[in-house]
């Protein structure tokens, strides 16, 4: 049966978290807020981070869409917190250079926590921007950081 | 529920992921028939040449059969006369010329534009941006707990304010069929015209634009067998014979001078630069095979499939269908959700199993916001589906049932 080749990408591991999402709820003071949409299919990520001492100290998503796309927000959010915003542009990057068939080192790629397992989304073309909505999410908070956390030291 | 026609399409004789392909994704394009492929094979290899221009033997025959396309396309719509055919690059292109041409004409300040909740959005932001640049005023349209068109409110909408009234002929997502004759009486009391988007319709039921009443009638080759990159724009002569031209360049004019030019009469006025040759003989090609199998045929065939499948699929637990219903009242484009899966989940698990259907908002945001949903799977039918498609389709909705439902524990 065809379905059994949907096990490659919809495996437990992304089930769970598009079931159970972590950090999935609003953060009381969060130092960024990004809304980003997919306009091709309507899903939505709010991603909030809140930044201290260049740290990702905290980091939550609200939203709605596709099991791929909770499930890549839900992922994502436990691989970067408490990592510093440098590391989590770096973890960013590997993601999309994964998604995209691009070469990356095994030891990014073990960075990625659970989220390394969307590597087969690779095999889902129509797919990939569903994967990557909340790392593109991310990467776009932390460049708006930059921006206004400068603005706050000065 | 056999079918002859389907031996006819090439590409479904492919399989897809393993499969049996089952292709379900009509409204979004249609497949070609090898004849369709053929002529314009052929046209490329024995005919092509630019056409109007040439006084040499290719350049006549490709303008012979352009504007035999053209007959075609008359014929096949019952429009009065041929020069009431514009070949555009597609419904979304035919929609844009008559906005910004008779819209723009005739649109002032304060003036009101009527258009349905339903619309796809191509019958919707030509009209909502001509709207704003002008200060007039788009009204909607909205619909009944059945998907259909609230034919009260319609009345009361539809003022002496009103000067255009554009609605689709077939809902791209609720398969509800518009009553045009209806809307275009009310529309001509008022002295407004109706622009009737008939994408959805023209391959899957006969239509006769005087009959309907519908002053433009604009529509896609690539919905009704041919390739995409073609389309037409009907409308009545007398409008279009006021009508400013859509762009400038060759074959449009009539005299040009360096200061200033006149124009061509329609349908040339409508048609700058060398249009889509290929296509348009592609076209007509497409209309003889139409022909050849009879829409009325076709209509016939198509209702009995959603005769069987409509039924199956509103029972089915845990699935919600929009649109009406009553498989009397729905044409074969049929919308739906499973519960706790989301459509773009739900259109991957079905490609698995080898059918092809389109998930996500089908260009009509506000019609997803009007039914509280952020997107739906669609399954949308034509005349060379069959049996074992309709089947193969609901089984694989339960496969993709049972799999998100096990995968989850």
Not at chain 1, 116 to 122: D, R
Not at chain 2, 5 to 23: C, G, M, S, T
Request: hydrophobic share 40%; proline share 4%.
């Amino acid at each position: 049966m065809g379905l059994d080749k949907l096990r490659n990408l919809y495996q437990a591991v992304i089930l769970d978290h598009a079931n159970h999402p972590r950090n999935k709820h609003k953060l009381t003071n969060p130092t960024t807020t990004m809304t980003v949409h997919n306009p091709t299919c309507g899903d939505t990520i709010n991603l909030q981070v809140q930044v201290k001492n260049n740290r990702l100290a905290d980091i939550a998503f609200t939203g709605s869409g596709c099991s791929i796309s909770q499930a890549s927000a839900s992922m994502m959010t436990e691989a970067v917190k408490g990592k510093s915003t440098q590391e989590a542009q770096q973890m960013a990057k590997t993601f999309s250079d994964m998604a995209i068939g691009k070469y990356h080192y095994q030891k990014d790629l073990k960075k990625l926590g659970d989220a390394q397992v969307l590597i087969n989304i690779m095999q889902f073309p129509a797919r990939i921007k569903c994967a990557t909505i909340s790392w593109w999410a991310l990467e776009r908070a932390l460049a708006k950081e930059d921006q206004t956390g400068e603005q706050r030291s000065k | 529920m056999s079918n002859p026609w389907r031996d006819d399409f090439p590409i479904l004789k492919q399989r897809v992921n393993d499969e049996r392909l089952a292709y379900l994704d009509n409204a979004a394009t249609s497949q070609k028939p090898q004849a369709v492929i053929d002529t314009v094979t052929h046209f490329y290899e024995h005919d092509n040449a630019n056409v109007h221009r040439g006084v040499h033997t290719l350049a006549e025959r490709s303008t012979s059969r352009y504007e035999e396309a053209r007959r075609k396309v008359q014929q096949f719509i019952h429009a009065q006369r041929s020069d009431e055919i514009i070949f555009t690059k597609g419904c979304t292109d035919s929609l844009n010329l008559v906005t910004s041409t008779y819209g723009n004409q005739v649109i002032h300040a304060g003036d009101e534009i009527v258009i349905t909740i339903m619309e796809h959005h191509s019958n919707l932001i030509p009209w909502q941006q001509l709207a704003k640049q002008k200060g007039a005023k788009l009204k909607y349209i909205d619909i009944d707990e059945n998907g259909q068109l609230k034919m009260d409110q319609a009345a009361r909408l539809i003022t002496d304010r009103t000067k255009i009234v554009a609605v689709t002929h077939i809902s791209n997502v609720l398969g509800t069929v518009n009553p045009i004759q209806q809307l275009a009486a009310i529309a001509h009391q008022h002295h407004a015209v109706i622009v009737v988007d008939g994408a959805q319709a023209v391959a899957h039921l006969p239509v006769n634009v005087q009959e309907l009443g519908a002053d433009f009638y604009a529509f896609s080759g690539h919905k009704m067998l041919s390739p995409t990159g073609i389309g037409v724009l009907y409308g009545r002569h007398n409008l279009l014979a006021k009508m400013t031209p859509y762009q400038y360049g060759g074959e449009m004019i009539a005299e040009v001078h360096q200061q200033e030019s006149t124009w061509a009469e329609p349908p040339f006025r409508f048609e700058a630069g060398t249009q889509n040759i290929a296509g348009a003989i592609g076209l007509g090609a497409a209309i003889d095979y139409l022909n050849q199998v009879g829409m009325d045929k076709i209509q016939h065939h198509e209702q009995e499939m959603v005769k069987d499948l409509l039924p199956r699929i509103v029972k089915m637990p845990g699935v919600t269908v929009y649109g009406p219903h009553d498989a009397d009242k729905h044409t074969g484009v049929i919308a739906f959700n499973i519960d706790g899966i989301h459509p773009h989940d739900v259109a991957t698990a079905l490609d698995m199993d080898g059918v092809a259907v389109r998930a996500g908002h089908h260009c009509a945001q506000p019609l997803m916001e009007r039914l509280g949903v952020p997107a739906t799977v669609r399954a949308s039918l034509a005349f060379y589906n069959d049996q074992q498609d309709i089947d193969q389709l609901l089984a694989a909705i339960q496969d993709t049932k049972e799999f998100f439902k096990h995968g989850t524990r």
